[in-house]
């Protein structure tokens, strides 16, 4: 099946620092993948859809400059928390949809990034 | 406003008792429903879709139902096992949605042995 990998698992950072986490599809090309934000025990929040070769779409309340959506290839987007606070301070899943993005068809989500800012 | 609406509380069961889960929307038109399970500290993973179209889906001991009039989907666990125990979420696709997903807030199921 198709495998979305994110990494790091797991990161702390100080204040002020800037944090990049890695999604990758591993078996599948995606020209579409999704970053996502969740505070325990609540939804996934959409952050912004990242288009390959183009700029990511971002959601509203959402600052593109604090939170840098790259999508280089067909098989990988990053995302990169800048000057990062402790209100940063989350967990941050991406995720793709196989089948050039039709709607209909599943996301495929990585494990998520645990990010703490001290 | 739009709104898909879980229950918010946990839901507790005996082991081989069937669970069912609700998902309600308010304002969508969804041309899919969707569910995944997610474990803490882990993405959600794909369980099951539904179409518009479509009353009933079954997998394996899973079983979702889907009525565009009461605006509902049902989510059944049969012979629940404690390995079912995570947080179930259902998720909405809209034609009109550029390919995302919105996502209910999830029901935490915790099966007993």
């Known amino acids: 099946g198709a495998v979305v990998s994110q990494h790091p698992s797991w990161v702390i950072c100080k204040s002020g620092t800037s944090v990049k986490i890695e999604c990758r599809s591993l078996?599948?090309?995606?020209?579409?993948m999704f970053w996502y934000r969740q505070f325990p025990k609540q939804s996934l929040m959409l952050m912004a859809t990242s288009n390959e070769g183009s700029k990511a779409t971002y959601e509203q309340g959402v600052e593109k400059d604090k939170f840098l959506i790259n999508h280089a290839s067909l098989t990988l987007s990053t995302l990169t928390v800048t000057s990062a606070h402790p209100e940063d301070s989350s967990f941050y899943i991406c995720s793709a949809r196989e089948s050039q993005g039709l709607a209909g068809s599943p996301l495929h989500f990585g494990n998520g990034t645990r990010l703490t800012v001290t | 406003s739009q709104k898909i609406e879980q229950n918010s509380e946990a839901l507790n069961i005996q082991e081989g008792k069937t669970a069912t889960l609700t998902c309600n929307y308010t304002n969508y038109s969804p041309a899919y429903l969707q569910w995944y399970r997610q474990d803490p500290g882990r993405g959600p993973v794909f369980l099951l879709l539904i179409r518009e179209n479509e009353k009933e889906k079954r997998k394996e001991r899973l079983k979702v139902t889907f009525d565009t009039t009461l605006k509902q989907s049902l989510f059944h666990i049969t012979a629940s096992q404690p390995a079912d125990s995570a947080t179930y979420l259902c998720?909405?696709?809209?034609?009109?949605?550029?390919?995302?997903?919105?996502f209910g807030g999830g029901t935490r199921l915790m099966v007993k042995p």
């Open positions: 998720a909405l696709d809209t034609y009109n949605a550029g390919n995302m997903l919105t």
């Open positions: 078996d599948f090309q995606a020209t579409t």
